[in-house]
């Protein structure tokens, strides 16, 4: 088995537990208000923000025998560039405040996920940061398309308030081509055990904006 297949494995209840939760059922299928569509751009605005520097931070720490995976990194630098404008484009479409969002601060979710990818790279083994890939890539490829055309149909909003979504389902399935060349690359054990255990955390801290956002706002669930 292919370590990227053996990484599936290893984490599919963590992944199906996130993509049971009833909010992101809702999405997929166009049944969450306007307000959650805007609640959810901007905790996506809050940590996609962070992915530039995050991948910089990891393309440094990573050790000498794995500099085919730096360059790895600086590739996805140059994909990722801009992403979090795409999105505060996205909440001005929807005729909401994006300078509101730009200076605002993230839920308590929001943050404690984005401070766990920096704490895997700077104390732990930066290789760890291909498991937070996968859960946002990942997730992006299975959902996004699909909840972008549904909540686009059911709230009557243009096109011009889905760039991130659509973009990103789209984008992410040439990523996710291009991350499993990258994992199936790794040999060393304590490597691979890092990606695994940080996409498990991943999955549940991920998971947990998202239950953020259902009960923090009613259930977020319209029809």
């Known amino acids: 088995m292919k370590f990227y297949e053996e990484l599936l494995a290893k984490t599919a209840g963590e992944r199906e537990a996130l993509l049971s939760l009833p909010i992101i059922r809702a999405g997929a299928a166009g049944q969450i208000s306007l307000e959650t569509y805007v609640a959810f751009l901007t905790e996506a605005y809050h940590h996609v923000k962070h992915t530039l520097p995050l991948l910089m931070a990891c393309g440094a720490r990573i050790p000498e025998r794995l500099e085919w995976l730096r360059t790895g990194m600086a590739e996805y630098v140059g ?3 801009g992403h979090h404008e795409w999105i505060l484009n996205d909440i001005a479409a929807c005729g909401e405040n994006p300078d509101a969002v730009r200076n605002g601060r993230p839920s308590f979710e929001t943050e404690l996920m984005v401070a766990y990818a920096y704490d895997t790279i700077a104390r732990g083994n930066p290789v760890g940061f291909l498991g937070m890939v996968l859960v946002l890539e990942g997730t992006s490829v299975q959902i996004a398309s699909a909840a972008a055309c549904a909540i686009r149909g059911s709230l009557k909003l243009p096109d011009a308030a889905f760039s991130y979504l659509t973009s990103h389902g789209a984008l992410d ?21 890092a ?11 991920y998971a947990n904006i998202f239950r953020k956002l259902q009960d923090g706002r009613g259930d977020g669930i319209t029809g």
Do not use: P
């Open 173 to 193: 399935v040439g990523h996710t081509a291009f991350y499993e060349t990258l994992v199936d690359k790794l040999e060393d054990a304590s490597d691979r055990e």
């Open 79 to 81: 994909e990722e560039i």
């Open 195 to 205: 990606v695994i255990h940080c996409a498990r955390m991943f999955y549940r801290l």
